[in-house]
């Protein structure tokens, strides 16, 4: 069964920074790695999807990267925004032959500050 | 190309009563999805239709819950004598094997159910 872990839990950073937030799952079989934002009671929006044959995705200040031998994805924003302040979760969807009708298995998700 | 709509966004009911959600998918998608989010976790898989046929349940899915998707179109979600604990963030998805990303999945905003 495929598990999927977030760390950190929760990041509060300075508005301008850097940062890395870590993904890793344990079944590396996997089919695509997508990467999600969710505003406080609010649904997910898609941020980055990378395929199996795919190494990264880069959408303006994101950049999402999948290593699937090490069973890890990173996703990178670079210089944060207050507006950036939200939950950010990572989802691993089953390769094609599991049999598993490609339902995904989320983690809990980090949940970002971004300090003005 | 509206994308996946739900309906309620919100529902706030007392215990015991039937509450009943619907999700509209990409019209050309043949598959959907439900999923559970409870808070402070991520999205949990339900149940899994592939146009009309619903090939999967989750063991998340008791007795009291039941879903259709009648001529492989919209679905919807019925909860029978809803305890507190089915509050949560109930959220609706849909994917075809065709298009740009084969079998990624677009999520609707999701329905909130706050059961008093």
């Known amino acids: 069964k495929q598990e999927v872990t977030q760390i950190p839990a929760a990041l509060s950073v300075p508005e301008g920074e850097n940062l890395v937030l870590n993904c890793s799952f344990t079944?590396?079989?996997?089919?695509?790695l997508q990467w999600f934002r969710q505003d406080p009671g609010k649904g997910l929006t898609s941020l980055l999807l990378?395929?199996?044959?795919?190494r990264e995705q880069t959408s303006g200040r994101l950049n999402a990267s999948l290593d699937k031998s090490s069973g890890r994805s990173t996703l990178y924003i670079a210089a944060s925004q207050p507006g950036d302040s939200a939950t950010y979760l990572c989802?691993?969807?089953?390769?094609?032959?599991?049999?598993?009708?490609?339902?995904?298995?989320f983690g809990i998700g980090t949940k970002l500050q971004v300090i003005p | 190309d509206t994308g996946v709509s739900q309906d309620p966004r919100h529902k706030i009911t007392k215990r015991g009563q039937n509450v009943t959600f619907r999700c509209d998918p990409i019209?050309?998608?043949?598959?959907l999805y439900w999923y559970r989010q409870t808070l402070g976790q991520g999205p949990e898989f339900l149940t899994y239709?592939?146009?009309?046929?619903?090939?999967?349940k989750s063991r998340l899915l008791s007795d009291r819950f039941s879903a259709e998707r009648p001529k492989g179109s919209f679905s919807t979600l019925e909860i029978q004598r809803t305890e507190q604990g089915d509050s949560a963030m109930y959220l609706c998805?849909?994917?075809?094997?065709?298009?740009?990303?084969?079998?990624?999945?677009?999520f609707g905003p999701g329905t909130r159910l706050t059961v008093t």
């Open positions: 998805a849909s994917s075809s094997a065709s298009g740009r990303v084969p079998y990624e999945q677009y």
């Open positions: 079944d590396s079989a996997i089919y695509n």
């Open positions: 990378i395929q199996s044959s795919q």
């Open positions: 989802a691993a969807y089953p390769n094609l032959n599991s049999g598993g009708y490609q339902k995904v298995t």
């Open positions: 019209s050309e998608h043949n598959r």
């Open positions: 239709f592939q146009n009309e046929a619903q090939l999967e």
